[in-house]
């Protein structure tokens, strides 16, 4: 029981010799961690802020009936889409974003919307209306916007290859910009898409009118004139729908906050480990320095 007691209090007398050398050195350990405070705000000043937007979309498209067997049989020979809509391989809301996410695509979205001057803002003279030196190439501006944009797909709806939502996040450090391309790719893609379906259509009927001349039988002219009907129903579609592909849910609003870097959250974290580390040297000037002195080292 005696033993018990004097590990006790030979506790409670290290713990209050523990408390007793930070408060000697407390002025020391205090001017640390201010110095590393200011610091770290001085630092994380300098770092440059980033915005995410988002936008909320699902799928538009619906798999049609694709008509008649002898109609649809013959389309697939001659390797034409007999759908008044698009084939569930286009219209599947992975491969949508995966267009979208394309270089083609994306140089044109930079081209159509003139963002090349945005992406490269420190190589473009606003007031001059002029690149400082060469300009920048397409491909560049292309790599630095895919690399802004995350598509999050809702996980069951893709597993399971259904029509389902996505969301498109554009982190850029300037709030408007990142909410306008948000707000702007989900459009383009539509539109991309829809004069994507009106030119294949456009093609297959000229290659139906050229079959049909060639050929007397009735029964292939009648199933090529019902497959000239359903191009004509793709290009209807594609003219007449302005969500072609995607539906805009929720659009995305001009972020006000940052997304990183957290600057209040980085500084308190860094003081923190600042008078952390402080203590610990205080202790290791104390104890194991002294200690590593009085070894005698062979060399």
Not at 30 to 36: G, L, M, P, S
Not at 245 to 253: E, F, M, N, T
Request: charged content about 25%; proline content about 3%.
């Amino acid at each position: 029981m005696s033993d018990l007691n004097t590990q006790n209090n030979q506790g409670d007398v290290n713990l209050l010799e523990l408390i007793q050398v930070i408060l000697d050195h407390a002025k020391g350990i205090a001017i640390a961690t201010i110095i590393i405070g200011v610091l770290s705000a001085i630092y994380i000043s300098t770092v440059e802020r980033t915005y995410v937007a988002k936008t909320l979309i699902k799928s538009s498209s619906k798999v049609g009936s694709t008509g008649e067997s002898n109609a649809s049989g013959l389309a697939g020979l001659l390797g034409i889409q007999a759908s008044a809509n698009l084939s569930a391989s286009d219209t599947d809301m992975d491969s949508t974003m995966a267009i979208m996410n394309s270089r083609e695509f994306l140089e044109k979205f930079i081209v159509d919307h003139d963002l090349k001057k945005n992406i490269f803002e420190d190589d473009w003279d606003q007031k001059e209306k002029s690149w400082i030196n060469e300009e920048p190439m397409l491909t560049e501006a292309y790599k630095a916007l895919k690399k802004a944009i995350k598509i999050t797909f809702d996980p069951v709806a893709f597993t399971r290859r259904q029509i389902g939502y996505a969301e498109i996040e554009v982190k850029w450090k300037d709030p408007e910009i990142a909410a306008y391309i948000a707000n702007n790719l989900p459009p383009d893609i539509n539109m991309y898409l829809s004069r994507q379906m009106i030119a294949e259509s456009e093609r297959s009927i000229v290659f139906l009118d050229e079959q049909f001349i060639k050929t007397n039988v009735l029964t292939v002219r009648e199933s090529l004139s019902k497959l000239k009907t359903e191009q004509i129903r793709n290009m209807m579609l594609a003219n007449v729908s302005k969500d072609f592909a995607v539906r805009i849910i929720d659009d995305a609003l001009v972020p006000e906050f940052p997304e990183s870097p957290k600057r209040a959250q980085f500084v308190i974290i860094a003081t923190a480990l600042g008078c952390i580390a402080s203590i610990i040297i205080v202790f290791l000037n104390i104890s194991v320095f002294p200690l590593i002195r009085k070894l005698k080292l062979p060399f």
